[in-house]
C-alpha cells in the first residue's frame, strides 16, 4: 500500500510542467510505458488473488489494524524497538540535507518528501509500528533514495567548508553503529522487545566481541565452512567485481557532481534543463570599501 505513494510523482511532475510550460504531448508515450511497467507485476497478482482468495485485493495481515489519528511517531523515530533514527543514526544525516534536496530538486525533491513523510505517517498508525521482528526500522527502506539524496546534500555541505574529515567520521560513526548493532540484534537481543535505553547502550559495547562472528554468516563463509570451495571463490570473486565496479562509477562521476572544472555537465532532467548540483553555492556579498 506504502509504495503507491510513489506513483504521485507522477502527476506531480506533469503540473510542474505545466505551471512552467515545459509538458508536451511527447510524455504520453512514457506515460503509457509506465502504466504497463506497473500492470506488468501488479495484474498477475491481483488473478492469483482473486483465483486463491476469492477477492481482488489481498487479504489484510492478520491482528494488525491502522489508527491515522494517533499515529506512533516518536516510536518509529527513536524507539529501542526498532526505531528509525535509534538503529540507523545515519538517517538523521540524512534527515538535516533534506532542505537542500528540495531547493536543488525542485518538484522532485519535494515529490519524494511529501511521500516520505506520507509513508512515515502510515507505518507510525500501524498497530505493529516497530514492523516486527527485523533489523530497524524495515518499512522505511523504501525511502533509501530520499535519505540517500539528503546524505550526499549534507556531506556536501560539510566538503565545501573544508570539513571533509567531519562528514567522513560522521559516516563512519554511522556504520560503525550499523554493525555493532547487527551484532547486538543477533546475539543480545533474544526477543521481539525493545529494551530500556540503558540496556540498550551497554549492549552495543558488549556487541563489540561479537563482530566477527557477522562475518562468517556471510555466504562466502557459509560456502567455506560447508567445504564448497569453488562456490565459495566464484561468488567472492562476484561481490568483489560489484564493489569495484561501483567505487569506479563512484570516482568516474564525482567530478561532474563537486563541480570540478573538467568534470563535465550535468545531464538535464525531465523538463530538458540542466540538473542541479547539490552542492550549496557560496553567498555571495557586495564588495564593500
Request: charged fraction near 10%; proline fraction near 5%.
Given at each position: 500500500m506504502q509504495e503507491a505513494l510513489f506513483l504521485a510523482l507522477i502527476p506531480a511532475e506533469a503540473v510542474y510542467e505545466v505551471l512552467h510550460r515545459t509538458w508536451s504531448p511527447r510524455r504520453l508515450s512514457g506515460y503509457g510505458l509506465l502504466a504497463a511497467g506497473v500492470a506488468l507485476p501488479v495484474v498477475p497478482q491481483l488473478v492469483v488473488d482473486q483465483v486463491i482468495f476469492q477477492q481482488w485485493l489481498p487479504q489484510p495481515a492478520p491482528?494488525?489494524?491502522?489508527?491515522?489519528?494517533?499515529?506512533?511517531?516518536l516510536d518509529l523515530l527513536v524507539s529501542t524497538h526498532h526505531g528509525w533514527l535509534s538503529w540507523s543514526p545515519i538517517v538523521a544525516l540524512g534527515l538535516l540535507g533534506l532542505p537542500a534536496v528540495v531547493r536543488r530538486l525542485e518538484w522532485f525533491g519535494s515529490g519524494l518528501l511529501l511521500v516520505g513523510i506520507g509513508e512515515f505517517w502510515i507505518n507510525a498508525s500501524l498497530s505493529d509500528w516497530w514492523g516486527g521482528n527485523a533489523f530497524g526500522a524495515r518499512r522505511m527502506t523504501d525511502q533509501s533514495l530520499l535519505i540517500g539524496l539528503g546524505l550526499a546534500a549534507s556531506c556536501a555541505w560539510m566538503i565545501e567548508r573544508r570539513l571533509h574529515r567531519l562528514a567522513v567520521s560522521l559516516v563512519a560513526a554511522?556504520?560503525?553503529?550499523?554493525?555493532l548493532l547487527l551484532a547486538?540484534?543477533?546475539y543480545l537481543i533474544r526477543t521481539d522487545v525493545g529494551p530500556p535505553w540503558r540496556d540498550f547502550l551497554i549492549g552495543q559495547l558488549q556487541a563489540i566481541v561479537y563482530v566477527p562472528r557477522l562475518f562468517i554468516q556471510g555466504t562466502v563463509g557459509r560456502e567455506v565452512a560447508d567445504g564448497a570451495w569453488l562456490l565459495?571463490?566464484?561468488?567472492?570473486?562476484?561481490?568483489?567485481?560489484?564493489?569495484?565496479?561501483?567505487?569506479?562509477l563512484g570516482l568516474r562521476t564525482a567530478p561532474r557532481f563537486n563541480g570540478r572544472p573538467g568534470g563535465g555537465i550535468p545531464s538535464q532532467d525531465s523538463s530538458?534543463?540542466?540538473?542541479r548540483s547539490l552542492v550549496p553555492v557560496p553567498a555571495r556579498f557586495p564588495a564593500t570599501g
Open positions: 491482528n494488525i489494524s491502522l489508527d491515522f489519528a494517533r499515529p506512533h511517531l554511522g556504520v560503525a553503529w550499523t554493525a547486538q540484534y543477533y565459495a571463490l566464484y561468488t567472492a570473486l562476484v561481490i568483489a567485481a560489484v564493489v569495484a565496479a561501483a567505487i569506479t530538458e534543463r540542466p540538473a
